[in-house]
């Protein structure tokens, strides 16, 4: 499969992208919290750096 887009427009489309706090995540965050969860965002030290880790 070949890409359509030139090299300049696709290196606009991917620095749209957001990787980390993003709409969604920020709202799984808040109602883990109200609901008293604690938690470590884009934890370093496991594979593929996952968005929220609940350590217990």
Known sequence: MTDHLDKA???W???R???KNT???I???KM???AGFR???HKK???GKPDIVLPK
Do not use: C, D, Y
């Open 45 to 47: 030290g496991l594979p």
């Open 9 to 11: 427009q696709r290196s």
């Open 23 to 25: 709409k969604p995540e």
């Open 32 to 34: 883990l919290h109200t």
């Open 27 to 29: 709202a799984v965050r």
């Open 17 to 19: 992208i957001r990787g």
């Open 39 to 41: 938690f470590r965002l």
């Open 13 to 15: 489309n991917m620095s």
